[in-house]
T-cell receptor, first 115, second 115 residues
Framework: GAVVSQHPSRVICKSGTSVKIECRSL??????MFWYRQFPKQSLMLMAT?????????EQGVEKDKFLINHASLTLSTLTVTSAHPEDSSFYIC???????????FGDGTRLSIL | GENVEQHPSTLSVQEGDSAVIKCTYS??????FPWYKQELGKRPQLIID?????GEKKDQRIAVTLNKTAKHFSLHITETQPEDSAVYFC??????????????FGPGTSLSVIP
């Protein structure tokens, strides 16, 4: 149980393209999902908390107009990197909790490469 | 907000020896401390967690200790095996329902187990 599915696993695109990443909880409902970014050999940095039916909460320094988050259902959150540039290249990974007090379960991540 | 530090950043041990990774956290209100193992290019996987009302928890070769007073917690892996080689992240979470209800990760420890 507690499977989080993330798509796509790999994206390579040109600078200026907008890229959408999906995060789904397959066997549970998640009112809250989390989006992280991980640069090579670095830790997971929380970008934002995605709340079903309301606006996402962004961490300090994360541009909300750059990283659009939509959590329209209890099993799906999407992250759209708008007008992506090479510096946005990174490993983006989502997570969700089955219960509020339980551990986070991670998706497989999306490796984004902007040329 | 919460800040998590982790040492050492790299650790090499001989197969069969023990490995210890130490973390400190800054927010005394944090009450949940998970540990994740991440293999190269893959998702972080929860290996053990501990809550603030417990001082120690063990699961086969893995144990975690927590010192709330000192705001320290540690991961102990005994009888290490080559497949234990990975990056390990400690993390801390503040109480549910607060604006800080999110998991903050330490910088990670790259563990190498030498056969």
């Amino acid at each position: 149980g507690a499977v989080v599915s993330q798509h796509p696993s790999r994206v390579i695109c040109k600078s200026g393209t907008s890229v959408k990443i999906e995060c789904r909880s397959l066997d549970f409902q998640a009112t809250t999902m989390f989006w992280y970014r991980q640069f090579p050999k670095q830790s997971l940095m929380l970008m934002a908390t995605s709340n079903e039916g309301s606006k996402a909460t962004y961490e300090q320094g994360v541009e909300k107009d750059k990283f659009l988050i939509n959590h329209a259902s209890l099993t799906l959150s999407t992250l759209t990197v708008t007008s992506a540039h090479p510096e946005d290249s990174s490993f983006y990974i989502c997570s969700a909790r089955v219960t509020a007090s339980g551990p986070q379960h991670f998706g497989d991540g999306t490796r984004l490469s902007i040329l | 907000g919460e800040n998590v530090e982790q040492h050492p950043s790299t650790l090499s041990v001989q197969e069969g020896d023990s490995a210890v990774i130490k973390c400190t956290y800054s927010d005394s209100a944090s009450n949940y401390f998970p540990w994740y193992k991440q293999e190269l290019g893959k998702r972080p996987q929860l290996i053990i967690d501990i809550r603030s009302n417990v001082g120690e928890k063990k699961d086969q070769r893995i144990a975690v200790t927590l010192n709330k007073t000192a705001k320290h917690f540690s991961l102990h892996i005994t009888e290490t095996q080559p497949e234990d080689s990975a990056v390990y992240f400690c993390a801390a979470r503040s109480p549910l329902g607060t604006s800080y209800d999110k998991v903050i990760f330490g910088p990670g420890t790259s563990l190498s187990v030498i056969p």
